[in-house]
């Protein structure tokens, strides 16, 4: 049965279309880029998936139940979603914020068990935040705290991640280990992913799938051969672009 | 590691509960007679003596309400932070006092005392409640950016009203509204309610200690979690305000407790709210019976208003906790 489905899904944001009678399959295995201009809507669209906001109408499921009828509660434990920016108004530390990813499979007055810390423990490690456990998060750098948040999800362990721009903030060489670590966890045990992103090289070199948002809802889905076509790709950045090849692959490059 | 951090919490909350009786204790011997440790058990448990009056009567019920509404206080300061994700929010950022303080001085300047003190702050703290919520709700939005706006701008118009009433009232009408508005528990004698009602809220946030804790890293992230946000935003806006009135019906409106204990626990222990909230609810409650006790004692036979105290000890005690945060 596939993961997420949506039917006929419409979106707006401040009366510009985001999508119009969008359907959708995300099957297990996947692995999604969102790509699109600054301001399309793609944070909206990631947003509306996790039912944290009302689209215009449609119908979305998660693995094969309406969405609309599950509690946050429910949803939260097949789904994990990774924010843009993280709000760190009051002190904590690097294990405290991992071990809120359990917080959908505790209950009311149940405590974090030493199997919860486990989990955690080895979330921060397949990251390399292991030696960071007891940090203030506020004293993280922009990279660290942007893993910590991948951290957290690893921790809550969902079965489809909706990540935004999980590349944020990251380095060259955190960016492959961190999309790497991520398309082995979207093959493991019928999970999906689905990311929006700004770089179309690293959409290409670590997805299986795209969804282009042209603006005026106007979109296109497919496999990435399908969608990622030069002609696409001007469409969707208004800006041309040069493909290169090689022995490794193809590339675009801005021209 | 998971046993390790129950223990450091239960542990925390003896040693609060400790230092809360401790502080008891110590305003329970001091006043116009002071009583040594031995007397004060003497006094305690024997009720044929003179002191056993003096203690049940006088000092007893006046401590008990200057720890129930420390207790209030701080618990409500610790919720409307979270609610406002602002570490400047205190339980009267949103102008709950001020709506009280408006309804207690109308009272005064009609003459009236007693009964219809308490129940003109109430209805005052009820009425800017249910204002501010209706301003911010507006269409539909209702962030944690405009709540506090709205809050600040009708506290700001409680403030204009308190100086028209004091401009306007008699001058023999002046000293106990000053009082009144500095806070003041010289007329608190019966804790029973506002105890009550710490132990109701309490009740209330401890189950959903876990959600407060999302809820003060981003509604977006509490909602991906699994918190129904708005569900838990109208609970603790109505628990917080309700809390505060209480705190401001029973002894006017105290300053600082509020705003200073729930960053004293973040910073000793850290956000976990399952700790924190009881843990401010105890600190708070011993704060303001040491503030007391020392408003009674320091110029005795005059008193002062607690609030004084309060200010004078949250001041300095706040500007160093920032000092030393910016340091960290």
Known sequence: ?255 | MAVLRRKQFSLTLIGLTALSLISLAWGLSQGSINLTPAQLWNALFNAEQLEHRLIFDLRLPRLLSAFAVGALLALAGALMQTLLRNPLADPYVLGISGGAAVGALTIMLLGLTGFWLTAGSFVGALFSMLLVFALAHGQGSWTATRLLLTGVIVAAGWGALISFILAISPDTNLRGMLFWLMGDFSHASEPGTALLIILIGLAICLPMARNLTLLSRGELQAQALGVNVARLRWTIYFLASLLTAVAVTQAGSIGFVGLVVPHIIRLAIGNDQRLLLPASMLLGGTLLVCADTLARTILAPQQLPVGVITAFLGVPLFLYLLRRSQLS
Request: charged fraction near 20%.
């Open chain 1, 1 to 255: 049965m596939s993961l997420l489905q949506s039917h006929k899904l419409s979106l707006s944001i401040s009366g510009k279309r985001v999508c119009d009678c969008l359907d959708l399959t995300i099957e297990p295995g996947q692995c999604w880029a969102i790509l699109g201009r600054n301001g399309i809507g793609k944070t909206t669209l990631l947003h509306t998936l996790a039912r944290l906001r009302q689209p215009d109408s449609g119908e979305i499921n998660l693995d094969g139940l309406n969405i609309k009828q599950l509690t946050h509660h429910r949803i939260a434990q097949q789904l994990g979603v990774l924010f843009q920016q993280q709000e760190d108004a009051f002190p904590s530390t690097v294990l405290e914020t991992a071990l809120i990813g359990r917080h959908p499979f505790l209950k009311t007055w149940q405590w974090e068990s030493e199997q919860d810390y486990n989990i955690a423990l080895e979330a921060l490690t397949q990251l390399q935040l292991k030696q960071l456990t007891e940090r203030q998060v506020n004293t993280l750098s922009g990279g660290e705290r942007q893993r910590l948040a991948l951290v957290t999800l690893l921790t809550q362990q969902p079965r489809l991640l909706l990540l935004d721009e999980p590349t944020n903030h990251l380095d060259i060489h955190q960016q492959m280990s961190v999309l790497k670590h991520l398309k082995n966890w979207s093959h493991l045990d019928k999970r999906a992913i689905v990311m929006t992103l700004h770089d179309v090289n690293l959409a290409m070199r670590f997805c299986t799938h795209a969804l282009l948002l042209f603006g005026h809802g106007e979109v296109e889905t497919g496999t990435m051969e399908e969608t990622l076509t030069e002609q696409n790709l001007e469409r969707l950045y208004l800006h041309p672009l040069t493909k290169v090849t090689g022995e490794w692959g193809q590339a675009y490059l801005p021209t």
